[in-house]
């Protein structure tokens, strides 16, 4: 257990959490939304601070980041919980583990050994053996990923801190729900986010996510404000998220903040509580590559489906190839040097 930073006393032993849009107001004995943040007399803890649940090596690729260290390896590190509940997520074994606990405790009226219970998920590694890690590995770079990194901001903050030390970078894998006290501390720490806009319908985040739309295009706005590079994601999910209306509303958006913000639309495979939805038809996700390139967005992205032409990235101007991909297989091409194309373009994003 972790006292937190991102917190407000209130009467009465209560505390609001202050790491994410939810904003939770927490009594004593409880815990937020996310059952990672628990309130013990009157004072906010984290309970996984320094419990990795899952930690991997992986292509930044993976992330996805394609305007980022292209190429690079980086270290994966991620807790159970997450402040969204989305009956699609593919980590859900994760994300929704200590959720289900406090499911558990309630019924049982135990909800005082939630620290307990929680903190016996995943294994000690500090914010300085993380760091260790890379730096023996020579990882560039960390990213907080899995499950949503603002929930445990404590240890993702030290980490950062410990990384930027050693020349690292650091990227957060996000659903947008971060407040802005969260992303203004981490000015200057956070070089990159991947932000899921999962869908622009506000029924979609409260039926299948548990939270709303307008916070997350908020978060949207004041990362990029930040000057923190950002790249975004949609799942396209048949039935759900798909149209064509919808799929240029999210185009259009990220468009109004910044034609230079990639776009990734990748392929849903059934899972979690939409086992009995089907995968996601290649036909879907190369009209949503056309809408987004149509809305004057720069650089648009198929995933989770191998087609080459449509993931790797070409110069707005001259259209030429710069960096082919195949998969995460990444090739830098001869006429992109020094962030710029042959042509003079400079292509927006941290290559080095
Ligand atoms: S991180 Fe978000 S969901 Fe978790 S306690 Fe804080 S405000 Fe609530």
Known sequence: MHRCTLFKKLA???VQCTACRHACIIPEGNSGIC???MNKDGVLYLLVYGKASAIHTDPVEKKPLFHFLPGSKILSVGTVGCNFGCDFCQNWDLSQASKEVKKR???EKQQELLDVEVSEFGYELSPQKIVETCVREKIPAIAYTYNEPVIFFEYAFDTMKLAKKEGMKNIFVSNGYESEEALDKMKGYLDAMNIDLKSFNEDFYRSLCKAKLAPVLETIKHAHKLGIWLEITTLVIPGKNDSDEELGQIAAFIAAVDKNIPWHVTAFHPEYKMDNVS?????SLL??????KNAGLHFVYVGNILDDEHSSTYCPK???VL???SWHDVTVMKDFKNETCNCGERIAGVWS
């Open 105 to 107: 405790l309630l019924q």
């Open 318 to 320: 001259c259209k030429t």
């Open 279 to 283: 995968p996601t038809p290649k036909e």
């Open 287 to 292: 009209r949503a590559y056309d809408i987004g």
């Open 35 to 37: 059952a990672v943040r």
């Open 12 to 14: 009465g032993k209560k």
């Open 323 to 325: 960096i082919k991909r």
